[in-house]
């Protein structure tokens, strides 16, 4: 289990940078997209630490909790960088 973790992890590290390298290559009014889209996998890339790393898949509502608070703080994020 802790395999396949670790390997969806550092696929997805492989993509966020793809995606960082990749924005100057975007137009000038779709770069803020790969900004986004980096703030997407470190979302996607936390839920999989909390589920298999500590082990908060044998607490559901735990994980859904910090999901929550994880996808609030994302939102935030997302905010002030557009806001930018």
């Given at each position: 289990?802790?395999?396949?973790?670790?390997?969806?992890?550092?696929?997805?590290?492989?993509?966020?940078?793809a995606?960082?390298?990749?924005?100057?290559?975007?137009?000038?009014?779709?770069?803020?997209?790969?900004?986004?889209?980096?703030?997407?996998?470190?979302?996607?890339?936390?839920?999989?630490?909390?589920?298999d790393?500590?082990?908060?898949?044998?607490a559901?509502?735990?994980?859904?909790?910090?999901?929550?608070?994880?996808?609030?703080?994302?939102?935030?994020?997302?905010?002030?960088?557009?806001?930018?």
């Amino acid at each position: 289990m802790l395999e396949r973790a670790w390997i969806w992890l550092m696929g997805l590290s492989l993509a966020a940078t793809a995606v960082a390298l990749g924005q100057p290559l975007l137009p000038n009014g779709a770069t803020w997209l790969a900004g986004l889209m980096v703030l997407a996998i470190a979302g996607l890339k936390a839920r999989i630490i909390l589920k298999d790393y500590l082990e908060l898949a044998e607490a559901p509502q735990i994980l859904r909790g910090l999901a929550f608070a994880l996808s609030l703080f994302l939102l935030a994020a997302a905010g002030l960088y557009l806001a930018a």
